[in-house]
């Protein structure tokens, strides 16, 4: 599945903004934080783990507690989504999901 594939799916944009706004969130944060839609949140994240757009790490305090954090495409993806969302991003001509496609 590539990135593209990913951000269309349900939730998946939301998590990838969340976790940018907020590096380093653990694991029960990020559960806590997002009530609704829980096991679908979870396994988007997990997706954007596996293709490299969060990184998944042990805290340094306390190894057994996970944390997320964006890498650097992950951080540039949601500046791009963030900037759609705002209206930053002219979508007049274009649909969202082909503005996302060519930005990407």
């Known amino acids: 599945m590539d990135i593209w594939?990913?951000?269309?799916?349900?939730?998946?944009?939301?998590?990838?903004?969340?976790?940018f706004q907020n590096p380093n969130v653990t694991q029960t944060k990020f559960?806590?934080?997002n009530m609704e839609g829980q096991r679908s949140k979870y396994q988007?994240?997990?997706?954007?783990?596996?293709?490299?757009?969060?990184?998944?790490?042990?805290?340094?305090i306390r190894w057994n507690v996970l944390q997320y954090r964006t890498t650097n495409e992950g951080e540039r993806i949601a500046k791009l989504?963030?900037?759609?969302?705002?209206?930053?991003?002219?979508?007049e001509n274009y649909p969202t999901s082909e503005k996302i496609r060519n930005m990407i």
């Open 5 to 19: 594939e990913i951000l269309q799916q349900k939730h998946t944009a939301v998590v990838l903004i969340y976790i």
């Open 44 to 60: 988007r994240l997990k997706m954007l783990v596996d293709k490299g757009l969060v990184i998944e790490e042990n805290n340094p």
């Open 81 to 91: 989504l963030m900037k759609i969302e705002s209206g930053e991003e002219d979508a």
């Open 31 to 33: 559960m806590e934080e």
